[in-house]
């Protein structure tokens, strides 16, 4: 479990974040601004997968990993199955571990992101040449992906969102339409 611990992103995560920018060269996407998580990993992916240089990068915090506290650097399918049980295919009864967060909580995080971006959107702040790279992980982003749609807790790990997977955010003045899809799937997961 590697939550919101701090470790550098690895060769093999590299590589498919510079398969990325590839990929978004080849539809001709250019990033105009990237918004990360603070962890090290993901700045580098977002800077990799974009060509924008790593102190370009702005992060905020509401996109960090969903924090599992404890079991955090551990190997929780050996250690205890019936937590990676509990919070991966029952969500809706996840109890998190000391110092972890529970899932209302990361989408509470997820919600304030996006609330973010439909201000700065709404403000002008970003334009219609814009093209806004949001770069998190995995537990966050089917959290962001739970508050954009409304969609039970129970179906929370019900999409697939891979490594470097792309999704197109469709954010309206109200919320009340909000919706996304998927630009790329993306890579199988490192572990």
């Known amino acids: 479990m590697q939550g919101s611990s701090d470790i550098p992103l690895n060769e093999r995560g590299r590589q498919q974040a510079r398969q990325t920018k590839e990929f978004l ?5 250019v990033v105009t601004k990237i918004i990360s998580s603070p962890l090290e990993r993901a700045i580098e992916t977002g800077s ?13 915090p509401n996109l960090i990993e969903m924090a599992f506290g404890v079991c955090e650097m551990r190997n929780m399918e050996e250690e205890d199955p019936g937590f990676l049980h509990q919070c991966f295919d029952t969500p809706a009864e996840y109890i998190p571990p000391e110092g972890g967060e529970c899932y209302d909580e990361v989408v509470a995080r997820a919600g304030a992101l996006v609330e973010r971006v439909r201000r700065m959107i709404t403000s002008g702040e970003l334009g219609s040449d814009d093209v806004l790279l ?24 019900d999409v697939d969102f891979n ?26 997961k490192n572990w």
């Open 25 to 29: 060269d080849g539809l001709g996407i």
């Open 48 to 60: 990799l997968a974009t060509g924008i240089p790593v102190d370009q990068v702005e992060t905020d």
């Open 134 to 157: 949001l770069v998190s992980h995995g537990a966050l982003s089917h959290c962001l992906f739970e508050y954009i749609k409304k969609t039970p807790r129970a179906a929370l790990w």
């Open 163 to 188: 490594n470097c997977a792309i999704a197109e955010l469709f954010l309206s003045a109200d919320g009340k339409s909000d919706d996304y899809r998927f630009v790329s799937e993306g890579f199988e």
